[in-house]
């Protein structure tokens, strides 16, 4: 959580030290030093290779380390100052880097019989760097326990209690992991094929962070089980969102958007259906805005960025942004990307990936 966008910029600034900021190009010096807030984002760049970019709230890239293949999503920890970008699914590297510039990037890579699902969370004290496994022979989602003080070993997993898990978070405390198990089936040999969808149990599980057990585990009602759960956030009352992508058929108006707290019942949002069908059944990002208590949804196949308001799940704001994005919190609001190289009112000659995430630092 962040007092304001401008700490945000100092901090970093502070944080990074006098050898990340002088090895800056002046263009990018000039672009961090107006900047209110500083994001990573996995991208394509005009030639087709991939890289993850620093980058301030107006779209100017400041900072670009090239990866090995197509990243989806990163992790952040404020303790640390790291942020990881994970590869797209079925990838099997991660890649770590200093935000702070006083470490060389690691590059790690998933265990035999696993790949990565593109996502994953530091622990609150930044020691632990949990990711989203497919032991896909066994056809189990898996959380891979990586050591975040010794070149990110693994040192053990965890279930997810359930099939393809995509997204995953640590409450506020640490003491729970929280992990949105798609309930899709999928493995390397076929691609990116999903193998199950007549016969799909999404679910959302909350899993103990220091033993693996099982807390509690909530399956999407029969009536919607073709509602594939992928992306969460906490909100400052430590209530879980999450967002969905609908695997039936497409003239359907299914619930996309909903939250939950630990010893609760899921809950739907009850969007308009002109929105429900505005994000075409698909929601490819969530975030949570805690400061102003606003939730924001993103849609890339319905070419749209939509607010909710956290209290009262009413629909707020809805915005065109052709092939959009990731989504994160900006001050003054959200900050929405698009594949098309748009960043808020910006527009970079690269494609920006799926998801955003805001760094500071501590």
Not at 12 to 37: H, I, S
Not at 56 to 78: K, N, Y
Not at 96 to 108: C, L, Q, T
Request: proline content about 4%; hydrophobic content about 40%; some cysteine.
């Amino acid at each position: 959580m962040w007092n304001s966008s401008a700490i945000d910029r100092r901090g970093f600034v502070k944080a990074a030290g006098l050898t990340f900021v002088a090895a800056l190009q002046p263009r990018a010096l000039m672009a961090l030093g107006r900047a209110d807030a500083v994001y990573a984002s996995g991208l394509r760049t005009a030639d087709g290779s991939y890289a993850i970019a620093t980058v301030t709230e107006r779209g100017e890239i400041v900072d670009q380390l090239a990866l090995p293949a197509r990243a989806h999503g990163m992790a952040f920890s404020a303790k640390t100052g790291k942020t990881v970008a994970f590869a797209r699914r079925p990838g099997t590297y991660a890649m770590i880097f200093d935000s702070r510039g006083k470490a060389e990037p690691v590059v790690i890579a998933a265990a035999e019989g696993r790949h990565f699902y593109g996502h994953g969370a530091f622990s609150t004290d930044g020691r632990i760097l949990y990711a989203s496994e497919n032991d896909f022979d066994g056809n189990r989602g898996m959380i891979g326990l990586y050591d975040a003080t010794d070149r990110f070993v693994r040192i053990g997993e965890f279930e997810t209690h359930g099939v393809g898990p995509h997204d995953m978070t640590v409450s506020d405390d640490g003491r729970m992991l929280i992990v949105a198990n798609g309930g899709i089936e999928t493995h390397p040999d076929f691609g990116r094929t999903k193998l199950n969808l007549a016969r799909m149990q999404p679910s959302l599980a909350l899993i103990d962070a220091a033993t693996g057990a099982l807390i509690e585990k909530h399956v999407l009602p029969q009536q919607w089980a073709q509602v594939s759960t992928r992306h969460v956030d906490i909100d400052s009352a430590g209530r879980i969102w999450f967002a969905c992508q609908y695997e039936g058929h497409r003239n359907d108006l299914p619930p996309l958007v909903g939250s939950f707290a630990k010893g609760e019942d899921l809950r739907f949002v009850n969007l308009p259906e002109e929105t429900t069908r505005r994000l075409a059944n698909y929601v490819g990002a969530i975030a949570v805005n805690r400061i102003d208590g606003l939730v924001g949804v993103t849609s890339p196949k319905g070419g749209a960025a939509v607010t909710i308001d956290a209290r009262s799940g009413r629909v707020l704001r809805e915005e065109i942004v052709p092939e959009a994005a990731g989504i994160a919190p900006s001050g003054d609001g959200f900050a929405v990307s698009s594949y098309e190289g748009d960043f808020l009112s910006s527009r970079s000659d690269v494609a920006w990936d799926q998801h955003i995430v805001r760094i500071s630092a501590k």
